[in-house]
Structures are given as structure tokens and as C-alpha cells.
């Protein structure tokens, strides 16, 4: 029997990232070809350097649903071994199973993942059946596909749980891990749980467990609670968490990956916190935050799901100061520092709200000195401009091709625009076209 490293890192406290956006993804309208689905998970692997497959599930694909479907899934098998832990995931019906199973056998802590609906509405719909004769049926498939193959692990999703007989649903995850499964997800499927129904739901199922019995969470976004929920299960003790890259899965989405990571590991007093006042290491090896930018704008330009000015941690929007007092005091305005955790250097862009410091670092950015006066009318002639335009930002080339014509102390600043009065030295701050990250 092969050693079951995911398993093992929750038994241990540390956590675990069930990588959701190739598989569950599909159903948010995106397709990850082949070649990106083995892209990202090796470099989903590298945020956790040699420890990768003991803190990454990366859940390839649904190998059922054709033939290019199951090629995806076995090629991110082979050739992302020993980077993560592959899944392959699938519909609780034997052949589904074996497809599974043949799909990722071989390869280095290889994983199948069966899908069993835990509610009477879900088993109904899915398999036409009462709860409890699926959840028997599921601790049967267990069974069937350890004997398959005893190097692939098997772990299953219980659908609805959420709406599920919370007795009915451990007293099942019991016996299924005692046939063999590594871990046992509960799933929001629909999205509909409040954070007090998440942690009513995994405290009452842990409580009724075995400590040999490992939860995973996998808890859906649609009333935007989707981390909120995934908190909840980690102060339960859950270890084992799904999320996806950008928070791309079904319908409304999941929890996004790099919030959750950026969570859990940019502050170890309040990762402390969020596990529920676990002090062990939550980690075998920290994960390296400043991969996170260039794998979320990988994915987003794959999927064409985009990366906005508000998305949290990623988005083009970290790091930007547009203000003067933000400007003047960047710290005392952020949670953390996107240089020092993400290596997303600041950025200083013109708006409307832009003060005379802003516009005088952004002119000594692209080249120009400017006095007093010019400042105080080239900063009329922004926010001129994102009015007139309807554009908040004033881009680099137009406000460059301005300062050019810059004729000097005597040009004009608008009518009705004040020069402003002399304002203190303009603090030392890295000034960037952009807030990439480097």
C-alpha cells in the first residue's frame, strides 16, 4: 500500500490545498488545456518547493467525461509526479471508478476522488436512491477501488452535505475511511450555508468521528460566503480545504487560492487564530507568496477569467497609491506589504483624486522636475482630463505627451482650478509604471 502523504499532513496539523480550478473549474465555462492543466500544477507545486504533493491535491480532471478529457488527466498525472498530489475525479458508479483509477495509476501519490451524494433530495436526483443506501453504495466503491489498485489513494465527496443528516453523514465517513478512504470531503454543493451552518456542520460531524477520520471542506461562493465558510471549517479542524485559482468553479465560484494561502500564511500569530488556536506549524514547508501573482495572471489569461481592480491579493489594484495621504503614509493604508509578501512593487497612478505630490512623483517618474506651479497646474490638467475622458486613470503616455508641452511657471492651469499651497518635501517612495509584480 502507498504512503498516503495528504493524509498524513492533516493527522499532522498542516494544511492542505484540494486544487479545484482545472476539475470544478470546467463547470465556472472555462477549459484548461493539457499543457496548462501540467503548467499549473507544477508550478502550484513549486509554491511549496519539495513539499508540494504533501500540501497540494490537484484535482486534474473528470477523466469521464471523454476521451480528451481523461488524455488531460493522465498526462498531468505523469508529468507533474512528485510536484502534487494528482486526483482524478469521478461519479460513484464502478466503471467511473476503474476509469479513475486507470487514469492516474502509476504515477506518485496518485489520487481518486468519488463522488457520493450524502441528502435525500441529492441522492435521489443522482442515483435515485435513499441517503443511506448511497452512502453504503459509497463505502462499497471505496472497497472496490482499493482492491483496484492499493498505490492510488481514494478519498470521496459527499454532495449536499450541508443538507444532509449530519449522524447519518460521520457515522458514513467512518466506515468509509475504516474501507480505506484517506479523506472524506463535506460540500456545500449548492452554496447556500451561512457561516454558522459550516461550522455547525463540521464541528457535529468531527465530534461524532474517530480522530483517524480526515474532513476536507469543499464549500461553494454562491452568497459570497464561500471563505467565510472555509474559515469556519479550518477552526474545526479541518485540514484538508478546496479552493481554486481566482475562485473559478461552478456557478458562482469557490474560495480563491491565493486568498486563502495568503491568509494562512502572512501572519503565523493569526494563522494561529484562523485554526483555531492550533500553535504546531501549519506547514511542512511555507508556501512562497510571491509566486501567486504571475500563477493568478497565468490562469486568468488562460481561462479568460479576468483579474480586476478590486480582486484581493492578485489583482492589479494591489499596491497602487492614488491619494496623498496613502501616498505620504503607504503602511498605515494596507493590511500587509505587497513588495515584502507578494513582490508586487508600489505603484503611484493618477486619477482625479490625485494631490500635487502624486503628480509630482509620477512627472519625476517619467523624467520631469516639476516647480511648484507647474505641479499645481499639471494636477488641474488631470483631473481635467479623467472628467472630460470619463477615464479615473490618467495613463503615462497622455500625461507624458502633456508634460512635454509643459511651457513653464506661466502656463495656465484652467479656469476655476487653485494652485495649491507649498507642500513639504515629497517622501521617499518606489515609484513603478505599473504594480506588477516583479
Known sequence: MARDVVRESALAGRVVIWEESARDGAQAKTLMSADFRVRLALEQGRIFGADGPRHVVFAAG???VCAEEFEAVRRVAVEAEGAVSVAAVCRGAAADVRQAVTAVRGSAHARVMVVVPASEAMAQVMVHR???EALEGGVTLVEDARELDDGVAVDVCLADAGRADHALVAAAAQRMTAAGAG????ADTVGD???SDAAAMFSRVRAACTDDVVLASHLHNDLGLGLANTLEALRAGVRVVSSAWLGIAERS???ATEQLLLLLAHRPERAAQLLGGQTAEPWWTPPDLTRLPAVARMVGAET??????????VGPGVGTISTGTPFVHPRLFQPYDPEQLLGIAPSVVLTQL???????AVASRLGHDLDRQQAGTAMAWVKSRAFRTGRAVVDDEAFAAYLDGLAGPAAAAPAGSAIPAPAPAVPVLPVTATGAAR
Open 193 to 195: 450555508q451561512l457561516p
Open 62 to 64: 473528470f477523466p469521464a
Open 304 to 313: 479568460g477569467v479576468p483579474l480586476t481592480v478590486t480582486t484581493p491579493v
Open 130 to 132: 435513499t441517503a443511506r
Open 253 to 255: 465560484g469557490m474560495v
Open 183 to 186: 479523506v472524506v470531503v463535506l
Open 354 to 360: 490625485a494631490s500635487a505630490r502624486v503628480v509630482t
